[in-house]
């Protein structure tokens, strides 16, 4: 009967063991998936700025390209004439 109980508790031992490895393994591969989404959802928003950065340059050389066609410059100060209004 000593045998038997050895036994028993020995392999009772390693299966709660198993259980420990098993709990720990999945705490670490959560807290890894945790991590993993944080980054998803910080690249998304980096990749919706950059997106918006891109659009707002795209203008821009549409409006430069369309003022080069038409010619057009900058004013420069002999073309600047200051108006007063008297109140």
């Known amino acids: 009967m000593n045998k ?10 390693a299966s709660a063991m198993t259980v420990v490895t ?4 999945t705490r670490l591969r959560f ?7 944080k980054a998803e959802i910080q690249l998304e928003q980096d990749y919706a700025r950059l997106q918006l950065a891109q659009a707002k ?7 430069k390209a369309a003022a080069k066609r038409q010619k057009l410059q900058p004013p420069i100060a002999a073309d600047t004439k200051i108006i007063t209004v008297k109140q």
């Not at 038997?4 to 031992?13: D, E, G, R």
């Not at 807290?31 to 989404?37: I, V």
């Not at 340059?57 to 409006?63: D, E, G, H, S």
């Open 22 to 25: 098993v709990k720990n393994q």
């Open 4 to 13: 038997v109980n050895i036994i028993l508790l020995a392999v009772a031992f």
């Open 57 to 63: 340059l795209a203008n821009t050389r549409l409006i």
């Open 31 to 37: 807290s890894e998936l945790d991590r993993a989404q």
